[in-house]
């Protein structure tokens, strides 16, 4: 039976934390906010519905937390279109890779479509994914496994012939809970996922196939 690839896309395709942060510390500031950026770390891949009540207050009108994000996003895309951005090391390769070997392969991220279509054009994979899940697609934030589930009904392979590709922990938990397994990409190695590297370059080449048959 075919398996499929389930990757979060910050912190495992690409690295755009940068890009977040400026968005949020520039939308914020034109709110009359000055967040740090050791807040921004504390909520880096949350939905901006859960973000945007910490920093507006709990008693933000949802249009004016709608409003703010869409801002954030509208200049994130447009950093990532101006400056650029480069796959991590490995993703690209283990991406092809994949597909000869005939897995099935989706974006599982809580970013909105709008930023992973853009980011995917920009890298140069915007082809190579059957599927693509976005924050539209889903109403529950990970670790919730909401997003990883929609991902492997859409490629339409079950859970357990599943890898989530991951460097959070919500991330890790959400692919534990939907019955997945689960490759943490972390730096510092302090994921709990069933096999963890600090980059993707550091995985074995039957990584993906020996996982699948545990």
Known sequence: ??????????????????????????????????????????????RNDSILPLWLGADAPAERIQ?????????????????????????MEWVERLHQQGWLQAVASSAPRANIDVVLQVIGLAG????????????????????FLTAAARLN?????????????????????GGMRSIGVSRNGSLKADVVVRSLVDLPPDAFESLSHR
């Open 1 to 46: 039976m075919v398996g499929a690839a389930l990757w979060d896309m910050d912190g495992t395709l690409v690295d755009s934390a940068e890009y977040h942060w400026i968005a949020w510390r520039d939308t914020m500031a034109s709110e009359g906010i000055t967040i740090t950026y050791d807040q921004f770390l504390a909520t880096f891949g949350q």
């Open 67 to 91: 409003r703010v994000g869409d801002a954030k996003e509208e200049l994130y895309r447009k950093l990532v279109r101006e400056r650029g951005l480069d796959p991590l090391p490995g993703a």
């Open 128 to 147: 190579d994914f059957q599927a693509i899940v976005s924050a539209e697609d889903v109403t529950r934030g990970k670790p919730d496994p909401q997003v």
């Open 157 to 177: 392979v079950p859970p357990a012939r599943c890898i989530v590709v991951e460097d959070a922990a919500h991330g890790v938990e959400a692919a534990r809970r």
